[in-house]
């Protein structure tokens, strides 16, 4: 019984000098980043907004109405210091967010393509449209950082971002396809018709 006794305490001893030395390598990393003025961040919040093109195209005449999803962002930032004070510096960072609104608009002569009776017909839409819009994107900014203060710090710059997930759907009602271009055949839809 002694033995197993003395065996187990010996063991328990050499697996806490292990876990100890490992925390140990592992302080000191942290402590040698932050002295190279290195600083990590691991975050995850919401936006607020959507998507749109820029400039909004003169074809889009009135926004009825607008709908922001949930998006939501999670992410981590690597930013070095570049001053002493740890004023300015310089980020990078990953982050995984998905985009989403939905929304209802009036617009005239707006290029797309629809789908009536299993057949896709493109044209010219006047009328209402309402479409759906959500992306999932790898995201991946290098920004230049401001701290103005302890808790408040400002970024600005580019990023590149990969779409995984791309969906844009809706329907047009209220309204008449010119097939082609706008001088095209007329194809109307009034009342409760509509299409995808």
């Keep these: 019984m002694n033995i197993k006794r003395y065996i187990i305490g010996v063991l328990a001893v050499a697996f806490s000098f292990v876990g100890a030395t490992a925390q140990v390598d592992r302080s000191l990393a942290v402590i040698k980043s932050m002295l190279l003025g290195f600083e990590y961040e691991v975050y995850a919040g919401t936006n607020i907004g959507g998507a749109s093109p820029l400039p909004l195209p003169a074809e889009i005449r ?88 302890k808790r408040l710090k400002v970024h600005a710059g580019p990023y590149v971002a990969f779409a995984f997930s791309n969906d844009f759907d809706g329907y047009v009602y209220d309204g008449y396809l010119r097939e082609g271009d706008p001088t095209g055949p007329k194809i109307s839809f009034e009342g409760d018709s509509r299409a995808n």
């Design 62 to 149: 009135e926004i009825n109405s607008y709908s922001p999803e949930l998006n939501l962002q999670i992410g981590a930032t690597v930013t070095k210091w570049v001053d002493v004070q740890k004023k300015w510096g310089l980020s990078l960072g990953v982050r995984l967010e998905t985009k989403g609104m939905e929304t209802k608009a009036a617009v005239k002569n707006y290029g797309m393509a629809i789908i009536q009776d299993g057949a896709t017909v493109s044209g010219r839409w006047t009328g209402m449209v309402q479409t759906r819009y959500h992306s999932q994107q790898l995201v991946f900014p290098l920004t230049a950082v401001f701290k103005a203060h």
